[in-house]
């Protein structure tokens, strides 16, 4: 209904969600000569210092959503776990970039790898787990596993590492105490893990970031090296597997895809419906970043070849790293992000810092 809808500057571009990805998106948004609303259910959200403005509701409040769908010309997201009634409310009345449906299924892990799984995309082995015995057949058949929350996971939350010294019953009181669903994945003996950032754009276009590695630590993502050092091939099976997921998707914004290298092949872990971590570093190092791809995506514009301008690496600041920034900010190769949270938090993502090989 909406395919031709393309932005004009001064529009202005609605974004759910008030967290750093959402600010980042501000920033390029302003580049571009667009205006900014963020609607986000939380106080103090680092978006609302950038934006031109921001409505702060809860996501299920239907009379604040329909003032800020009158205040916006189309709508993207900067995080997966929101209602799907209230992406579904908005795109019967605006653009969404992107839709409900790369949402939905990157909501929920075992609807996300069976859409993998579907497209010929192999992913780690996983079971449903909806009881103790399912948990204890799953382990006697995996052995190392790790059982996750289906929905609502990020940073590592919401995972339980199983291997023979485990006690099941404790791993099952705990998984079951939020009573979400849950998967059991089978741990992949990984060599590294990649991930790739692509966009995609109303007219079909679609470009590719480099290839990344990423390190994590306790499931957090801690430093990707750009891009990564690796062959050809795997290169272009992360491309394919970008291209098959934005194509089947009919999917426009921007998209990440997490990988783990086993034996040369890669296999999907999960995919983000939106700007990454990982692909921060484009924000210095390429003439196009990967915020600017998701708000030409959203404005109806094409995305464009992102231009890396150099290699290099970029840290993640976590909890009370973020205090290094002043003594960062002494180095001329390295560039600091400041994501401007009220508070720190062990663990949380507080800033970043790209440096330049
Ligand atoms: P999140 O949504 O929190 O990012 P992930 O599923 O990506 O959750 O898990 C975070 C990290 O935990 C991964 O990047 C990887 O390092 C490790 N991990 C997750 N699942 C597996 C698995 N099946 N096998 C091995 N490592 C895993
Ligand atoms: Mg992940």
Known sequence: MFQDSQLK???????????????????????????????????????????????CASYDDTKALEGFTDRVSSVTFEFENLPVETLNFIASKLPLRPGAKALEISQNRLVEKKFFNDNNIATAEYLEITSYEDLVAGFNKFQDSILKTATLGYDGKGQFSISSGSTLEKIWHDATESNLPLILEKTVPFEREFSIVAARSIDSKIIYYDVVENIHESGILKKTIFPAKIDPNIKDQAEEIARITLESLEYVGVLAIEFFLVDGKLLVNEFAPRPHNSGHFSLDACLHSQFEQGIRAAAGISVIEPELLFSGRMVNLLGEEVNQIPELNKNSSVKTHHYGKSEIKPGRKMGHYVVRD
């Open 9 to 55: 500057p001064g529009d202005v571009i609605g974004i759910i969600g008030g967290g750093q990805l959402a600010r980042m998106m501000c920033f390029e948004a302003a580049k571009l000569g667009f205006k900014t609303c963020i609607y986000s259910d939380t106080e103090n959200s680092p978006a609302f210092q950038v934006a031109t403005s921001y409505v």
